[in-house]
């Protein structure tokens, strides 16, 4: 009797950690600003598409949230591959038009398999410009897989 | 004996689980703390005393007290991003009372937060407000690179911005005297600036 109430505690306890974890894991946000305000910065990331036990990935998802109201607008470009790039698409661009908003851009998809994605956010003008980027990895069935992301650059 | 292991294990089980738990927690209230300790950190805010007063537009929207009353609460909230969001919706026409409005920027333009006052000072802007353009010149002369930026972003055509625009020209970063080149560029295309 005793041992069923310690298992059901057990099992609550490693589930609520379990549960937590998971949900930040789904949750990929990348949030950055332009340290440097020029016109010409570019912040640099890589993105990881691993098989994390939900499946191969099949392509990557992307769109950006202009934190800032200004006349500067911020836009992502994410790109892979170089070969048959006419088949499949290996670079998408994403631009937030209005700022003044909780919205984020138009969702814009890479179908390049597992492997790096390279993400570049710029913005449109010199200014104070900060952003959130959504990111996630998917399988061909639109499982959310393994999304690892890497900053390179800041500017 | 056994019983006394699977006790043990269980503590162990239980001690690992409640302190990722706490690890995931305790993250968050040092970012709460974090924030709020850059509030009393301001190296020069060039704004502390101004004080705005704004009027009613020709083309005023009538209140809605539900967007107000969530205006009002991201405002104050404790997480910079929050008060910067409702700054930037205040950016554009929104549905309050004026009054709220200029509390809501007043409070901002005090921020110890940089990227709060120079979203205040945009939004002010855009707004029909007395002695904008004083505001505009304190603005540039606050120490924070981004607050420069969106006092500049803020200039029109008219005289004084013209003069403080070319005054921009001779700031010591790049991006200010960049983005001060580019609004005399589009104003004056024929104009030589500075770069």
Sequence with gaps: MKFTSVKTVISLVAGSVILTHSVFALAHNQAGSFTTGLAAAVDFYTVSCTNDGNGAPSYLEAQVKDMTANSSKVN??????????????????????????????????LTQGAGTYNLYVAHTAAGADSYDVLLHCKTATNVHTGTGVTSRQQQ | MMMKLQRKHLHLSLFVALSLNILGSTQFVYAENNDTSTRSNVAFDSLASVQVQCFSGENELSVDQVITDELMQQAASRVAEERVAALSRLATAVPMDVVVRQKIIQTALQDADPRVRGQAVYALVQQNCADSMLLLEQALDDSELSVRLMALDGLMGDDRSVALLKNALKDDEQAVRELAAVKLDSLFPTAETVK
């Excluded at chain 1, 006419?86 to 700022?99: E, G, K, V, Y």
């Design chain 1, 76 to 109: 992502i470009t994410i790109q892979k591959g170089t070969t048959n790039c006419n088949t499949n698409a290996c670079a998408r661009f994403s631009l937030d038009s209005a700022d003044n908003d909780a919205g984020y851009s138009p969702l814009i998809k």
